[in-house]
């Protein structure tokens, strides 16, 4: 192996002569996943005071492409396996009551916050609803195909597709979408609610047009309006009518 970067991943308030075995080997199969480059990453050690993982990367590209893995998933934009392991990791360190982190050289380059504060409940609600974005990435995964769908300036959300919705999607690369599917939902102590991840089951263009374009275009309709449209809604409601 040629020797090249090593990433360390530093875990708080344990040491290797109190953490148990199988707990570290939790924490050792997530934390591969989330570094990804299976065949150019390597265990090397555990040191000691503390327990710090060390991996290390063969020199060539792996480096730089665990690199930008490890930025993307800090972003909020990583790979989905990428996303779950750092999910996970940050669960059983909130099971464990501590926190972590991953350094590259002095860097600290992400964080495990772990531990939540005891008065932070997060609500997941799974439901059909529709999205509208910005859709920025189409890739091919073993499970399919996946999309990143950019919602405003903070936030992007990881969406999975069938093929045939992806052939849609293709022709909408770098266009602004609105996306109908399933998604799951949490809302923390914030009381704002953020979609986690979203099955693309539709989708459609947005129209650009400007408002001053749509209301003459609606204005183009002609419609004859009544004098008092709500008050004849109402008077068909009343007589059991219908709007024809």
């Known amino acids: ?44 050690r555990v040191e000691a005071n503390c327990v710090a993982l060390v991996s290390q990367v063969e020199r060539g590209s792996a480096p730089g492409k665990v690199r930008a893995r490890l930025a993307s998933v800090r972003d909020g934009t990583g790979p989905q396996d990428a996303a779950r392991a750092y999910q996970l990791i940050n669960s059983m360190l909130a099971d464990d009551k ?27 609600v799974i439901d059909t609803g529709a999205l509208v974005g910005h859709l920025y990435m189409l890739s091919e995964s073993k499970d399919g195909y996946q999309a990143r769908l950019r919602l405003n300036a903070n936030q992007s959300v990881r969406c999975s597709a069938a093929g045939k919705v992806a052939l849609a999607l ?49 204005r183009s309709l002609n419609i004859k309006w009544p004098d008092d449209p709500l008050g004849y809604l109402d008077n068909l409601n009343g007589e059991g009518g219908a709007v024809q």
């Open 1 to 44: 192996m040629h020797i090249g970067s090593e990433f360390r991943w530093i875990l708080e308030g344990f040491t290797p002569n109190t953490i148990p075995m199988t707990r570290l080997a939790e924490y050792m199969q997530q934390l591969g996943k989330l570094l990804g480059e299976e065949a150019s990453v390597h265990f090397v």
């Open 98 to 124: 501590t926190h972590a982190r991953l350094t590259d050289g002095s860097a600290t380059i992400i964080r495990f916050p772990g531990h939540k504060p005891a008065d932070e409940t997060v609500i997941e």
């Open 170 to 218: 293709r022709g909408l690369l770098f266009e602004d979408i609105r996306a109908f599917g399933r998604g799951v939902w949490t809302r923390g102590s914030d009381r704002v609610w953020n979609v986690q991840s979203f099955e693309i089951s539709d989708v459609e263009a947005i129209d650009k047009r400007s408002l001053r374009s749509a209301v003459n275009s609606l």
